[in-house]
């Protein structure tokens, strides 16, 4: 029987893997009714963020802003604040800023229901936070182009189609690789099905750990299934991981108001936090030499971002300085609080989850 080659297909995927989708597809919202605008507000909020998690946010952001027009015209508040617990915050603004630039470049949008969309990838990606995968995705499953969508789940499943063992950098040197691949495999009358098809099979069966190999449409094309290779390991990574500390403080006056950070970073600009250990600790002498007698730890949280690995620990001090009102007076980004406006601003997602437990749960 002929394998495949890392660079040859013999044998294309294409057709059985469509005719597989079609019969086995997830019902997405973005798949029910699939606008151009309904794509470009999922592919933004599937960067770096699984489907079940996404979907109840793109219906509650559907919504709030029903279109482009909706969206572009609604304050940065508005859609941090809807946005809020789905993390990367440079996402929704950069969405923000694709919807304020496409509605401006229309020529009579005052009355017109259709806007005119980027065409190609090239277009695509001359807005903000539309990268290689994103452009191509729109470009294809949105417009029906001929083009390959090459996301983790693609060139997962590529690399164990062909058997490509051979280590990479980064998922984009991975993507690079499989692109020419990628393309071949193409039904020309398919192209919207089957980029999706090969997504949803490296989401449903081709998974990163213990792919259901039998239940694989195409596994009498995949050369890591007949060569009984450990799929486990393809594709290969080089990993660099970080492991990362933050020391966070926590005061509150009884259960009535509360301090935070109000940050102004490009990462977490207008995002409620936390404050850091370094933000406050000017107004508490000898801080460090005494930190085990002023404060206590009552908490961890725990969490990934990319190739890090965090762990904030929260810090609550044993006794109320007598001054609490002062506390943020030298540090501009800090804020006091009620507690009952909490709800209302947009607070760091692992710190909403951690606040609204310990202020809110019921007893």
Not at 16 to 30: A, E, G, Q, S, T
Not at 101 to 127: C, D, G, M, R, Y
Not at 141 to 159: K, P, T
């Amino acid at each position: 029987m002929p394998f495949f080659s890392e660079n040859t297909t013999d044998r294309p995927i294409g057709h059985p893997l469509v005719d597989w989708f079609i019969k086995n597809r997830r019902i997405l919202p973005w798949r029910t009714n699939p606008s151009i605008y309904n794509r470009l507000v999922s592919e933004f909020m599937l960067q770096q963020t699984q489907v079940a998690t996404v979907v109840p946010y793109f219906k509650r952001w559907i919504e709030q802003f029903p279109s482009i027009e909706a969206l572009a015209g609604a304050s940065e508040e508005q859609v941090l604040k809807a946005w809020e617990g789905l993390g990367y915050y440079s996402r929704v603004r950069n969405l923000h800023k694709t919807a304020k630039k496409i509605v401006a470049q229309q020529t009579n949008s005052i009355n017109s229901k259709h806007f005119i969309f980027p065409k190609t990838p090239k277009e695509w990606k001359q807005l903000p936070g539309i990268g290689d995968y994103t452009a191509h995705a729109l470009a294809s499953i949105a417009q029906n182009q001929c083009i390959a969508a090459i996301d983790g789940n693609v060139i997962r499943v590529l690399c164990r189609i062909h058997a490509i063992q051979r280590p990479f950098e980064s998922k984009n040197q991975a993507a690079k690789y499989v692109k020419n691949i990628a393309h071949s495999h193409i039904p020309p009358d398919e192209s919207v099905n089957y980029n999706e098809a090969i997504m949803e099979l490296g989401a449903l069966i081709c998974k990163p750990q213990k792919p259901s190999c039998n239940r694989c449409p195409i596994g009498s094309h995949c050369r890591s299934f007949q060569e009984k290779l450990d799929c486990s390991q393809i594709p290969k990574f080089k990993k660099n991981t970080y492991i990362k500390k933050i020391i966070r403080r926590i005061f509150i006056r009884n259960e009535q108001s509360i301090i935070l950070k109000h940050t102004h970073t490009n990462r977490l600009h207008n995002i409620f936090e936390l404050p850091l250990c370094e933000d406050i600790s000017g107004k508490i002498p000898n801080q460090k030499i005494n930190e085990k007698i002023l404060y206590r730890e009552i908490a961890k949280i725990n969490r990934s971002i990319a190739h890090e690995r965090i762990t904030e620990i929260i810090l609550e001090p044993k006794h109320l300085p007598k001054d609490f009102e002062s506390l943020p007076k030298d540090n501009p980004e800090l804020m006091l609080l009620p507690i009952y406006e909490l709800p209302n601003i947009t607070l760091s997602g692992p710190h909403r989850k951690w606040l609204d437990k310990q202020l809110f749960a019921c007893p």
